[in-house]
């Protein structure tokens, strides 16, 4: 067995009895005709099953129209990108070749796609209860209330507020490269933090979401330097 599906298993905590499963949540159309976009649809219902779930016990006095837009807020691209993100699956991913040179791992749709297809491939394998503890597992680290923002804030203000209190300079963006034909561009991001003389990059399908793909991944970036992201 490949050792990146082995430590991924690991982070996952489940050990999948068809690898063939896993091997296939993680294959980007592009790849190879047997691909994970089946495996997304279903993973997205058992995501938005397992969360509400979560929620009815734990937000147990929300009305329902509360619990809908918590829930929406938990399950959306960007939280599901830092999930995957955080996870590794970008080293993973099986991308065709001109996915790659176009940056696919690192587009935030691209990620947060395979995620829900793992969530999808857990399912089949093993059930909605496991399926259900590995969500539960990933939402661990979220404080879960009406004023949530799930995963925080968002990556570019957080990144912000940051510096800010640090009484560093605001990151610098500039657009890179712009990738695809016109009718389905995206944008590859330089964030720049002056004082650490470090740059990160990041896509999305706008300027905007390839500015906050890049804020995540310097952010990740800044994680990795001992002591710097402490309060």
Known sequence: ??????????????????LRLLERALTHRSFSADHNERLEFLGDSVLNLAVSGLLFEKLSDLPEGDLSRVRANLVKQETLFQMAASLGLASVLRLGDGEKRSGGHKRPSILADALEAIIGAVYLDAGFDTAAAM??????????????SAMGKDPKTELQEWLQARK???PAYRVVATLGEA?????????SVTEFALSERGIGASRRAGEQAAA????????????????
């Open 1 to 18: 067995m490949n050792a990146d599906l082995i430590a991924l298993q690991q982070r996952l905590n489940h050990s999948f009895q068809n």
């Open 135 to 148: 969500v539960r597992r990933l939402y661990a680290g979220v404080e879960l209330s009406t004023h949530m």
């Open 168 to 170: 560093m300079k605001l």
């Open 183 to 191: 009718h389905k561009q995206s944008f590859d991001v330089e964030c």
């Open 216 to 231: 995540a991944a310097m952010l990740q970036r800044l994680a990795s330097r001992p002591g710097e992201r402490s309060a």
